[in-house]
């Protein structure tokens, strides 16, 4: 374990919120009971509102339907995705904690090779805690894991790793493959436990899940905008790919670390691949000219917050991929509505004035 | 697993050379014995050629010592380090087969979590016979592993993959470190065994080990030159580290992969560290300016060859390295040396003139 390792893992009961988009009751908690309990979480209940979703009894929560977010928003609402697990950023503005741990409410608890449950949160934090390594690869992967350092010829000068902005984890049992993918392999399960963490390196874009994802919200959270997606535009499941290539690159300009691997949860059920293949088949045309735009970006030297490097990436899919199709226009735009909403909620006092949604319940 | 995949491993017997650098006994080798017998061995022997190097009987196998060399390379022959591992290279050079494995003495084989002893070669050439992913990370590995495949928000256009050139494996027990590290953390064992395997991305430099390391000759040959260390020269242990940072900016430029990660084998001895450390030292300090120097190499249109863009890739160390120490000139003018021998002993007709070693102790 190089220096700058954490040996013991805080559980940041008070710095971390876990944020769930659901559209069902959330029975799913059940299991993670003992690692979620003494969490506070923020249900972003997508789709029709006058329905109830019942959480189990014990957890600290608040829940925000559709009419909380446009109460809320007001017209900047149009930012948020409807009848989409992309709503789910709303919880992301709304927190006032340095970390977010977001999950979906069909992912359950897996169990590592020795058959012990996992403790999916604690591995996350423990991913956030300790730097990354972007700028050269570590064949041992983190060299700040309890028995592994840097290989000999890793340069000295770059030891001391950068801030972690996310820390994506993966999936035991129904892996988080495309429409085509799903169909040509309906029985594909995946059994394999990596035990390793390692840093995407600089330069390298990758599909980020937004199923097991954690991440500062104070380094990187105005960047997490799950995009437009589900009731009333044309392409659904690019939520989470659409945030992951905006903070990849933001985080890459500044100097910001984004790893992969451990933990796993347990994906219990397939979506329905027909479905989903509607939802992706334009994606999957846009992603070819989607890839080599973020590959090419280039952020100035004046970008030097999260917010004015959002909003000039945001000039950019106009100019380039506005050409593509209209979608990435109005895109454009509701990424700066995003960042306005964002900074509204998130200015001095502006915790104190904002109205809430139903807390606990009550 | 992705199309493009090898359901079946050929074992490749005609067309892989196992090379072999040693001042010792070959006794090692009896352990290796189902898994190695019916490759052809390229012993190259290190230090003093009155010596005689045991090689446990069946092998097939040929040796070279540094007589051999000298006259087999003639002035050239310069360009072969002494009484350092780094003379392995020369086993490279007179191979006339498509793929090198390289081993060093003192790795055993290692057994997977499930206790089965693993066949690290046919793992290697697994590797070497499945496409790479530079352009991209896939969350879940190796997409044409068993059981894997690309993760949802791949692009399609870049699910071909491009050639591997390089499979660098890994090491339980002792993990490779430098000399500090060594005498910081004299206790430390890899225990960890991570089921994976992983391109290294493009613009990515990564520390390639030659302890347990697989390449395709055809493809990248003539860039695995191991530099000059040892005898005369005022550094060490960094000969695979170079090899491994030419090789990779030039299979970058040429579209090559460079795979990391699986098999493992059983690394029985650290040696010494503060033999190491004298070695290392000048190193350490050294490659601050190396790494950012091939960080920013540019190769031109005109390096189509792996040879051109070596010969390109020397004229750089020359005119930006060699400003760091004189020692960077002479390695620049040994690079040059090292491409003509390989060119003279690889072109069409050498294999028929080259003068043997002591093929099978004959």
């Known amino acids: 374990m190089a220096s700058g390792s954490v040996p013991m893992t805080p559980p940041l009961h008070d710095e971390l919120d876990i944020v769930i988009p659901t559209i069902r009751n959330l029975d799913f908690l059940e299991m993670w009971r003992p690692f979620f309990q003494h969490y506070h979480l923020i249900i972003v209940q997508d789709g029709d509102p006058t329905k109830t979703i019942k959480v189990p009894e014990g957890f600290d929560y608040e829940l925000y339907n559709r009419n909380d977010i446009n ?31 977001t999950i979906d409410d069909d992912c359950f608890v897996a169990k590592n090779p020795s058959g012990k449950d996992i403790n999916a949160l604690e591995q996350h934090i423990k991913n956030l805690l300790c730097p990354s390594t972007p700028f050269f690869f570590n064949t041992l992967y983190d060299p700040y894991c309890e028995g592994a350092d840097f290989v000999r010829g890793y340069p000295f000068s770059l030891r001391e790793g950068v801030p972690t902005a996310v820390s994506h984890g993966l999936w035991l049992n129904i892996p988080d493959y495309d429409a085509p993918t799903q169909l040509v392999k309906p029985r594909e399960r995946n059994t394999r436990y990596v035990d390793a963490v390692l840093t995407v390196p600089k330069g390298t874009l990758f599909p980020m899940c937004g199923m097991n994802l954690a991440f500062d919200r104070e380094l990187i959270g105005p960047a997490m905008y799950f995009g437009l997606m589900g009731d009333g535009q044309p392409i659904g499941r690019y939520d989470d790919m659409w945030a992951g290539w905006c903070v990849k690159v933001i985080c890459d300009h ?32 846009w992603q070819e000219e989607i890839i080599p735009f973020f590959q090419s970006v280039a952020l100035s030297k004046e970008c030097t917050t999260v917010q004015k490097c959002y909003i000039a990436l945001s000039e950019q899919v106009r100019e380039k991929l506005g050409k593509v199709d209209p979608y990435f226009t109005k895109l454009a735009d509701a990424m700066v509505t995003w960042i306005d909403a964002w900074d509204e909620l998130n200015s001095s006092g502006a915790a104190a004035a904002l109205p809430n949604g139903t807390a606990n319940g009550k």
Chains 1, 2 share one sequence.
């Open 71 to 101: 109460r809320i928003l007001g017209p900047k609402a149009s930012c948020i995705s409807f009848k989409d697990s992309a709503c789910r950023c709303f919880g992301y503005m709304v927190s006032k904690k340095k970390y977010i741990y």
């Open 254 to 285: 500044l100097g910001l670390g984004v790893k992969t691997g451990l933990p796993y949860i347990w994906h219990s059920k397939a979506s329905n691949p027909f479905v989903n293949l509607k939802k992706e088949y334009k994606g999957i045309f």
